[in-house]
């Protein structure tokens, strides 16, 4: 399916991105800047993103705005796109739930509904593997066949499943244009941030009694060269993007220096409840159950459908984020003078 | 520091260190001798002027004078003790000795201990060799010393290359799949490790799932056993599941239903010879009596067991009694050859999957003709 793959310039083609200072947005910008065969990149956010240079030209679009599809949709025709990359979602769980709802799912639909008016001839989606949702009975590894439970409970979870339902809408409605989902592994990395990167910042983090779950990484720099690949090169589908290797949740922890504060689970998920209304924990008790069950995504088609080979393992993505932090705090990473790479 | 320092120069200097206070009183000229060339505490460093010294020690001394009144023994005396104690010859010899030689030995064991807590090395299911070793010696006892395992056919496993055992599931307590495993990882030739796929409920509990994961269990589903024989492993399966492991005592050696036939499917879906397994002992070792239903559900078990001994003698009640165990492997059943297109066929599946069942019950019954004795074979 591939049309533009190797070194050549390849065939040229117009970018729109919506998120475009969220930081995958910036990092994207960046790499395209850079590549000759991109003409041009319509940012779309409500403020311009900074590492636009000369292709990029910025456009405000404010997704929880009703109009804002008809907005949209006019500037994906004018430009001429080909192109178009929902990224305008939200890394840390929001307090303002219902905000965040009409930005990710409400602003999912929208935009969906934009590229099929302007019949844009691909769209590119970012995802994350917490779509799956932790469960018992989730398989050792989540196929990307496998159903998209999600954390009933949480929803920055389900408002990602309603995007990713919006996609699959989209691809059916039009079965002529390329749609592809990129779910990302926890994405970590030195400049990376998000729930998950902040409850890592801290020197005591929460643990299950009884509970280490299986975890995986990806490298934010392999998040931007999927990304890339995906917007140069035709894969229609789904794809899991992961780091190889797995780690137990404990060994994350240690290979950090943190100290994992055990929490019994029937008081854990009322009292991350409470401490995330009194903004004081990164995220709601639901995302316990991340640190409860395994939710590790299998790569296979990755590398067999999209060709993409990550860089960095599991092991080298957490530790490039702890690396950071020692870095930035002018300390000595505990545990990652011992074997950590 | 500084003051440990400056009690030993007391000490060693002959002066009687009876009296508290004499200590004391010696003190303020060697503190300040002593203190550029020792880090000063913080408490020190408040007072630097050797006349502030004094009263400051003299005020500690009366404190000191006052809680030795009251306590049998104060802190300082003990501490005055031990420091005369180890300017006795002999004594200081062995302080040296421990010092110079044992403090660094216990050192390098403290730092052996945390360089094993480091991340250790696991497979893509969260197999930990290192975890296991030590369980695998305790496996070992109980195979060859309390259950005097016997095992048959164990040519039947192949040496390399995926392979599906197919068990019955008896006993209450799962010592059956760690049995077959340590048979297989001690006897056979090749000394492979084989992978059991375990009930879905052990993810539910706390501890267990874990602990199961660690050790090389695997959560029975297809996408995990498929995986499993991809990898060339060899895989153990219950097919009866908890009702197989979960029976009564009066229903012993009676195969349950095998499922929905998942094991043929998962065959015929690898392309994994089925080697047939019947294991005879494992009933008696733990025969359950009754079921508590509604004990279990708040906790995440499918029941809890109540055995002669189990809720009767707590904890003890876990030991399995000494019965002599047989596993016999039974040759390969070849699936894949005569069946490559029966995953649609549910009904052929079935058929597959029931003639399975009979052969191993067949061997369990050729067994039990042979057995004399529960406890002796």
Redesign the interface.
């Known amino acids: 399916m591939s049309k533009a793959s190797g070194d050549g310039p390849g065939r040229p083609y117009r970018v729109a991105l919506t998120g475009a200072r969220t930081f995958f947005g910036e990092r994207l910008i960046a790499a395209l800047e850079e590549d000759p065969a991109c003409e041009h990149i319509a940012a779309l956010d409500i403020r311009p993103p900074e590492s636009g240079r000369t292709k990029t030209r910025f456009s405000r679009l404010d997704l929880t705005d009703p109009s804002s599809d008809d907005q949209a949709a006019q500037v994906l025709k004018d430009d001429g796109i080909d192109v178009l990359c929902h990224l305008a979602f939200l890394a840390h769980p929001s307090h303002a739930s219902s905000w965040a709802h009409e930005l990710e799912a409400i602003g999912s639909f929208y935009i969906m509904n934009a590229a099929a008016t302007a019949k844009v001839p691909k769209v590119v989606l970012r995802s994350t593997t917490a779509v799956y949702g932790a469960h018992p009975t989730n398989p050792a590894f989540l196929t990307e066949r496998h159903l998209l439970r999600g954390e009933p409970k949480s929803r920055w979870v389900m408002d990602k499943v309603a995007a990713e339902r919006e996609l699959a809408r989209l691809r059916k409605d039009c079965p002529q244009m390329v749609c592809t989902a990129l779910r990302f592994g926890m994405t970590m990395g030195p400049t990376v941030r998000s729930w998950w990167s902040r409850m890592l910042t801290r020197q005591s983090v929460p643990r299950l009694m009884g509970y280490d779950p299986m975890m995986q990484f990806l490298h934010e720099d392999d998040a931007v060269d999927a990304l890339l690949k995906a917007v140069r090169e035709d894969h229609p589908g789904d794809f899991n993007v992961v780091a190889p290797g797995t780690l137990y949740y404990t060994d994350v922890l240690k290979l950090g220096g943190r100290v994992g504060v055990p929490m019994p689970h029937l008081l854990g998920y009322s009292f991350g409840n409470l401490l995330f209304n009194l903004q004081l924990a990164d995220a709601p008790g639901t995302f316990l159950n991340y640190l409860r069950y395994t939710w590790v995504a299998d790569d296979r088609r990755m590398r067999e459908q999209l060709g993409f080979s990550p860089r960095y393992t599991s092991r080298e993505a957490i530790v490039a984020f702890y690396q950071s932090l020692a870095r930035r705090d002018g300390t000595q990473a505990t545990g990652l003078a011992r074997g950590a790479v | 520091m500084a003051s440990r320092q400056r009690k030993k120069r007391a000490t060693a200097g002959d002066e009687p260190p009876t009296a508290v206070g004499d200590d004391g009183a010696a003190d303020p000229s060697t503190a300040a001798r002593s203190e550029p060339e020792s880090e000063p505490t913080g408490e020190r460093e408040e007072h630097r002027d050797p006349e502030l010294n004094r009263w400051a020690d003299a005020i500690r001394i009366d404190s000191d004078v006052f809680e030795s009144k009251t306590e049998i023994f104060s802190l300082e005396e003990l501490r005055e003790r031990v420091a005369r104690l180890g300017t006795q010859p002999g004594v200081r010899e062995i302080v040296r000795f421990v010092r110079e030689v044992g403090l660094p030995r216990i050192e390098r064991l403290v730092a052996r201990w945390?360089?094993s807590?480091?991340?250790?090395e696991?497979d893509?299911?969260?197999f930990e060799p290192a975890f296991i070793e030590p369980l695998e010696a305790v496996a070992k006892w109980f195979h060859d010393n309390y259950f005097r395992v016997e095992s048959r056919g164990l040519e039947h496993v192949p040496d390399e290359g995926r392979v599906l055992i197919v068990a019955n599931h008896s006993g209450t307590l799962p010592y059956d799949g760690a049995m077959v495993v340590t048979a297989v990882r001690e006897q056979h030739p090749s000394h492979r490790r084989v992978r059991a796929l375990v009930e879905?409920f052990i993810?539910?509990?706390?501890?267990?799932?874990?602990l199961m994961?660690r050790m090389g269990a695997?959560?029975a589903?297809q996408?995990?056993a498929v995986?499993l024989l991809e990898h060339d492993q060899a895989t153990l399966v219950f097919p009866e599941g908890v009702k197989g492991i979960g029976k009564l005592f009066k229903k012993r050696y009676r195969l349950q239903r095998f499922g929905r036939g998942g094991a043929i499917r998962l065959a015929i879906k690898a392309r994994a010879p089925i080697v047939p397994c019947a294991i005879v002992g494992a009933e008696e070792s733990m025969p359950l009596l009754s079921k508590v239903g509604w004990l279990a559900r708040p906790l995440g078990l499918p029941y809890i067991p109540v055995t002669p001994t189990l809720p009767l003698l707590g904890p003890l009640g876990l030991i399995p009694y000494p019965t002599k165990w047989t596993i016999d492997f039974g040759p390969p059943i070849d699936i894949p050859s005569y069946a490559a297109d029966a995953l649609d066929d549910r009904v052929l599946v079935n058929r597959l999957n029931e003639q399975v069942r009979s052969s191993i019950q067949e061997m369990i019954d050729r067994r039990l003709r042979e057995r004399r004795s529960v406890f002796f074979g």
């Open positions: 945390l360089a807590r480091e991340v250790r696991i893509d299911f969260g879905d993810y539910h509990v706390p501890y267990l799932g874990t994961t695997v959560r589903c996408e995990n995986r």
